[in-house]
T-cell receptor
Framework: KNEVEQSPQNLTAQEGEFITINCSYS?????LHWLQQHPGGGIVSLFM???GKKKHGRLIATINIQEKHSSLHITASHPRDSAVYIC?????????????FGQGTRLTINP | KAGVTQTPRYLIKTRGQQVTLSCSPI?????VSWYQQTPGQGLQFLFE???????NKGNFPGRFSGRQFSNSRSEMNVSTLELGDSALYLC??????????????FGPGTRLTVT
């Protein structure tokens, strides 16, 4: 079992729809990251969370530490939101930091 | 402020050769992390440098190495290239060590093809 599981793997929606991408992990973490990767490879760090909820524009990220689960929400989705969204968890094992990535969710927003 | 720059952007090498990739962080950033992205394995952490010291290392063989210079620029080296090393190599910089919750800024990546 992967340490980080994302769902769905692929998501297609119409412009304006509310989008939810989920991330589950199996270890105790120090932080969780949400990244956005556009075609061509450029990556942007969207959020870094260790508890609660963060909001930036139309993007909202939540994390439930007890349930080992995080969600990324996009309100009023737009075709420019089309990208791969990647969840990553950071944890410490035997004194060393470890960073593990999910496989990503490919989001396509149609006009 | 200029973003993270990586050189070269594209590279083709032959099996058995070695390669050096370069990353220049955002001015003032002292931490540089390297990542490998392949279609099969996705994104994987390679290593992190802060103030010229390697702080963390992922699960990669010793053929993968790196270093950081006093101006925070970093290089990674892969020796004895294998076909499976074909990947997008990304670096990211931050003000401080990533374990202390500093935000990371990613470069555009170097796409390495091994033939």
């Amino acid at each position: 079992k992967n340490e980080v599981e994302q769902s769905p793997q692929n998501l297609t929606a119409q412009e304006g729809e509310f989008i939810t991408i989920n991330c589950s992990y199996s270890v105790g973490i120090s932080a969780l990251h949400w990244l956005q990767q556009h075609p061509g490879g450029g990556i942007v760090s969207l959020f870094m969370l260790s508890s609660g909820k963060k909001k930036h524009g139309r993007l909202i990220a939540t994390i439930n530490i007890q349930e080992k689960h995080s969600s990324l929400h996009i309100t009023a989705s737009h075709p420019r939101d089309s990208a791969v969204y990647i969840c990553a968890v950071r944890y410490v094992i035997q004194g060393a930091q470890k960073l593990v990535f999910g496989q990503g969710t490919r989001l396509t927003i149609n006009p | 402020k200029a973003g993270v720059t990586q050189t070269p952007r594209y590279l083709i090498k032959t099996r058995g050769q070695q390669v050096t990739l370069s990353c220049s962080p955002i001015s003032g950033h002292r931490s540089v992390s390297w990542y490998q992205q392949t279609p099969g394995q996705g994104l994987q952490f390679l290593f992190e440098y802060f103030s010229e010291t390697q702080r963390n290392k992922g699960n990669f063989p010793g053929r993968f190495s790196g270093r950081q210079f006093s101006n925070s620029r970093s290089e990674m080296n892969v020796s004895t290239l294998e076909l499976g090393d074909s990947a997008l190599y990304l670096c990211a910089s931050s003000l401080g060590p990533t374990g202390q919750s500093y935000e990371q800024y990613f470069g555009p990546g170097t796409r390495l093809t091994v033939t």
